[in-house]
């Protein structure tokens, strides 16, 4: 059973650090990753998808990568600012299911601080 | 990204009573929808998976007599929780995508449910 895992849980920055999120898979069997980010009360806002024969992707500040075979995706977020503090959760699609179906990590809250 | 819209934001109800939620897929036709939950600080719980025209597939421990999931047209799922008590209340996200199991997936803006 595939299962997911986020650390750190909480992180606070001052404005302007560059950080890393991290995210472990069990199962390297994946068809892809991708990274969230949620605002209190609100859904969920798609930042970036990592396709399982991708090694990362970018996005403006942000940059992901993704090392299937050691089950591990990490999320780059280069010059934070305080709009940046959301909790970000990350999720695979195992291949044992044909649904498509996301697995979420628990996320990490991060704060950053102006 | 594509657009899925989820209505209502939010809603209070008085025990006993049931509530319907839709999402909808505004600008792609969604072969497949997912209805998660989720509690405070907590992560998303998948609850249950609908494809158009078919049955939804249930998670283990829902209980599908009581959160009723139709998938009727390929841009519209509801999800209606029938005798709804005050421990059912939550956050309520449904997720849609197109096409086969590796495309991306997007959200609605989810359903805040109070059962009083």
């Known amino acids: 059973k595939q299962e997911v895992t986020q650390i750190p849980a909480a992180l606070s920055v001052p404005e302007g650090e560059n950080l890393v999120l991290n995210c472990s898979f069990t199962d390297s069997a994946i068809y892809n990753l991708q990274w969230f980010r949620q605002d209190p009360g609100k859904g969920l806002t798609s930042l970036l998808l990592i396709q399982s024969s991708q090694r990362e992707q970018t996005s403006g500040r942000l940059n992901a990568s993704l090392d299937k075979s050691s089950g591990r995706s990490t999320l780059y977020i280069a010059a934070s600012q305080p709009g940046d503090s959301a909790t970000y959760l990350c999720a695979v699609i195992p291949q044992y299911n044909q649904g498509g179906k996301l697995i979420f990590g628990q996320g990490t809250e991060l704060s950053v601080k102006p | 990204g594509a657009v899925v819209s989820q209505h209502p934001s939010w809603v209070i109800c008085k025990s006993g009573t049931s509530v319907k939620i839709e999402c909808r897929s505004l600008d792609f036709q969604a072969t497949t929808m997912f209805w998660y939950r989720q509690f405070p600080k907590q992560s998303l719980m998948l609850m249950a998976t609908?494809?158009?025209?078919?049955?939804?597939?249930?998670e283990q421990g829902v209980e599908k007599d009581k959160f009723l999931i139709n998938h009727a047209s390929l841009t519209l799922s509801t999800l209606t929780v029938t005798s709804a008590h005050p421990e059912d209340s939550s956050f309520y996200i449904c997720s849609a995508k197109q096409g086969s199991a590796n495309t991306e997936a997007f959200f609605g803006q989810g359903t805040r449910l109070t059962v009083v």
């Open positions: 609908s494809n158009e025209g078919s049955k939804a597939t249930y």
